[in-house]
């Protein structure tokens, strides 16, 4: 799933937004859902011996992000047991491009975040691979709020992106314009639009 706006092409229109349509009718097949890890703790002991004080403590399969300015809430380093890694609430990636919060509960357990979710300027993909992707509602494929910064109109005759960064004055009707093309891109339902910082708030049921 992937929606990367394209306002180069498209000048005369202010701004193209493309995104991948999500088929509703459509099964997601559960093959491609191996890697999500369903037995990566180490299990204890059930002799009736006396136990081994020495043996090493169980450690969960944390989720792996090593992308440079990428941060989650909570942070990966405080899930520190196996039903935290299961039940995160809420669960939140970004960047400095924007973020993703996945409503409710979510199993993170053993998860490349770095594969998995990608930014880019004005753009995010979540699944890059279809073929990794599982079911709907498991794992990241799941609803979610999504928040893009730096979203803006272009003007028609310089092709010069409007925003208060480069001391160029808002129209009105050019904001209303695009705010009008955020409304409508199929697959998402608008929350909201701030053109100061150009920050675009959607929801998506699924990717």
Known sequence: ?????????????????????NNSNTTPTSSTSTYIS????TSTSTSTSTPNTNEPAVIPKLPTLKK????????????????????????????????????????????????????????????????????????????AEITLMGCWPITKLTT?????????????????KFEHKLRSVQGTSFVSYEPKQGKWVFKVDHF
């Open 68 to 143: 440079e300015g990428y941060y989650t809430i909570p942070l990966i380093s405080t899930l520190s047991s196996e039903e935290e890694l299961k039940r995160v609430k809420d669960f939140t990636i970004g960047c400095q491009f924007g973020c993703i919060k996945f409503f409710g509960e979510t199993n993170l357990t053993g998860l490349d975040l770095d594969t998995l979710v990608n930014f880019e300027k004005k753009a995010v993909e979540v699944y890059p691979d279809e073929s990794t992707k599982p079911p709907i509602g498991q794992s990241l494929n799941k609803a």
């Open 1 to 21: 799933y992937s929606l990367r706006p394209n306002i180069q092409q498209q000048v005369e229109e202010n701004i193209k937004v493309r995104t991948e349509e």
């Open 38 to 41: 369903t037995s990566t703790f």
């Open 160 to 176: 010069t992106t409007i925003n208060s960064n480069n001391n160029k004055s808002f129209d009105s009707e050019q904001l209303r």
